[in-house]
């Protein structure tokens, strides 16, 4: 028998381990990791409907969770030598973590209207951002507090005695971490595909808080059979013949432990931003990218733990070659990418859901898989380094968690808010690179005297590393903004990066777009008549629309037509900063003088958080095309957000949310106008054009249920076409033009909405289910709520409530009602001509639609002949 076999089962350490059965400890370490990679979710989530959806609250959540991560990580470190009962201390801190959870529950309700106190007390943007991160740092620091130390307070368990520290503890370390890490995946998953669709997501908060109070639970239960540690565990110890035995070198050690944090976050905030520019964004194709990178990481940590005693024995090379590796892997991920994705193209385009999961997959793992494993390698190699370390093991390992954690923050607040404004996406990828084939430049300091010649040539590696990050591989040649210029003639206008989103003008024709992401269009002026509409329609309806507020700017088309109107005060808020230059900078001959107007106020932040936060009051609301599937969307389809709305309702006030009937289903549309009608009293349907096959609606709410008095709607409508100087008043039909675009009373006809399900905050229905029905359309599996069905559905609406006999046309005279009969069919015979027009591929313009009107409508009775030379104005 070896004498290093004798010494293993001799080992204290050993012998305890055996007597706990270290598989129990790894469950119930790796249900920590589920446990707190599901609590950041929910908590990034339930403080984004506080804060908003921006990039800057998103930020300001993230950091206050890692600083918890990171301040537990260096208290319970220290404390840690002194501890006894290492596997009771770790249940007790996951009954923190439980209990903190727990709180931030019930503390929620009572932020909210904290925040709202202060939201309009705060004018700097910097000081409501502080504000953010002070209230997340309340909520979130107990909680974190406790994460941070859990695997500090297990690590002297694993010490041994001294002089028997380098083993056993050395090969532990790095496989906690890692079943930790994997533990987190599981919890990605679940938390994107499983557990909201199940059981909502307030269930899953509390299957969150049972899961950490389980852990703590099964952690005291294990100490109960375990001795207590005699004392000498964890303590320092002279460690002789160790490459790391001086203080040079923990100076070196907690360098790589803060960079390889840096690095890390930083590199899964510009990977997602790369991703982003060929997905449909939602909250699957994220949790893709996350769950890949944690596998990963995860993998990485228990490489390290095979390799336990080679690494011991050549450290600084070993440290050197992984961060050779690492860099040049990394600088190589934008090649790949653009490989893969053709340039940009969108993936899986005509894919079902389940091929498309596995096309995303497929793409993320070639892409990221192997880069993401050798930087999982660093971090966990410096926690089996740290077990030979002549300093408390506890102590060591929880300053490096903390520096790591530390480390994160700067990385993803970097790469967020700095390196993609600064440098853009390709090369702020090629400086992380860099910073670790740099980083070979410092390993010298882990340098003995015989391992010199090995080191120089490090240093030669990693130096032509650099040369051809400049030269060779040259990130900053790749495209930025996919243009198909040979196709549609498309010609790329200006472009911004930054964390938000990649934003650019792009010119087809004589049309001018914003496009975000490279695949989602925010308008153009191709479409200026209905952009124009969406704002004219619900202003019109209001008697006296003075106080307008707009969720969503795109072109600033349709906020700049409400300048038409006698408004008093225009408040937009858009999500996208660079949206707003953008719009700003190549619009403004389309807007109607909306950014030089002193009356129009345009903010850059989230919509719904503005108004959850604002005590302002307005008379007309207009909510815009919202993708619905893209991430953060579906929270503007919730009974919580419709309810905000109604609350900041001047009386009389309407409410109007616009909705693109070409990427909804039928269930979907009913889902959301079942939660609309949820909310207010009266609710009404209007269409937004005559495109059967590309048409948007509007659901029209009103907290005070009154009839429209159709005299005064006509007044309104002369006075706009004066305003615009428009033929339109001198309109010869009777009744009122925009009363062909009415589709029906829906709050009327309530119980024709029953069948389908309300999407609320805990259980958002639009945004766990538009995801899918995008991919199973694109696959021919599913139709968009256009067409036939969308005909018959109007259809259905008239039959049931006749306009003689529905209560909101109650005023209006025989002609009027005559109108809305016209309406309908002018969509119906529009429908025949065959056209396939969709407005995502090429709108039409009112024109156009207007001509194809012209020739449906001649068949209509010849009292209905006198709309064809207005219907340019429609």
Known sequence: MSASASADRSDPTRQRLQ?????????????????ALLLQTLWMRELALLFGSGAQAAAATLAAFFLGLAAGGA???????????????????????????????????????????????????????AVKLALALMLLFPAAFCMGGTLPVLSPLLAGTPGQRTGIAGRWLPVLYGVNTLGAAVGAFAAAFVLPQAIGWRWSYWLAILIAAGVGVGAWWLSTRVTALDGSAGQPVTVRDSTLATAQSWGTLRFLAFLSGFVTLALEVLWTRMFAQVLHNSVYSFAAILIVFLIALGIGALLVSGFS???????DRWLGVLLISAGLLVATTPLVFM?????????????????????LFSAVTWTLFLPTLVLGLVFPTLLRLAASHPRPVGQTVGTLVALNTLGAIAGALAAGFLFLDWLGLWRSIGFMAALYLAAVLWLPWLTIPTAAAPQRRLRIVALMGLLSLLSVIDLSRLPIVRIDHDRRGEMLVQVWESGAGTVAVVRRGDDLRIKVDNHYTLGGTAGRGYEERQAHLPLLLHPAPEEVFFIGLGTGITA????????????????????IIAARTHFAPWQNGLFDDPRVRVLATDGRNHLAATRSRFDVMIGDLF?????????????????????RLAPG????????????????????????????????????????????????????????????????????????NSPFADWPAGGSPLLLFYAGNLGELRERLEGYPLSTDARPIIELRAPRTQRQQAAGQADWFTGSPLVAFFEDLQRALPPAVDPYLSRLDEAGQGVVTAGLEGFRTRLGTGSRTTRPVNPVTPDEEATALREELRRLRAARDDLERWLPEL
């Open 339 to 359: 490989k893969i994705t053709d340039g940009l193209g969108y993936l899986g385009h005509n894919e079902g859901w389940i091929p498309y999961l596995a096309t």
């Open 75 to 129: 208290f319970w470190g220290v404390l840690s030598p002194r501890l006894r009962q290492p596997l009771r201390w770790y249940g007790l801190l996951e009954l923190g973590v439980a209990l903190g959870a727990l709180g931030c529950l019930f503390l929620l309700p009572t932020f909210h209207g904290l925040y709202g106190a202060l939201y309009d007390q705060v004018s700097a943007p910097r000081l409501l951002l």
């Open 653 to 724: 006030g309407l409410f109007a949310q616009w909705l693109p009937l070409y990427q909804l289903s039928e269930q979907e549309f009913g889902s959301i106008a079942r939660t609309f009608s949820a909310v207010f009293p009266q609710v009404t349907l209007w269409r937004g054009d005559f495109l059967p096959h590309g048409p948007i609606v509007a659901l029209i709410g009103a907290v005070d249920a009154q009839p429209l008095d159709g005299a005064a709607l006509r007044e309104r409508e002369q006075a706009l076409a004066a305003a615009r």
């Open 560 to 579: 700049g037509a409400a300048l038409h109107h006698p408004v008093r005060r225009v408040v937009v808020a858009e999500l996208l900063p660079h949206a």
């Open 19 to 35: 007597s706990v059965r270290p598989l129990m400890v790894l469950v119930l370490f790796f249900g920590s990791g589920l446990t």
């Open 627 to 647: 993708i619905p599937w893209e991430a953060g969307a579906g929270n503007l389809y919730t009974i919580e957000h419709f309810t905000r709305v109604r609350e």
């Open 309 to 315: 005693r080679q690494i011991q024995r050549t450290a």
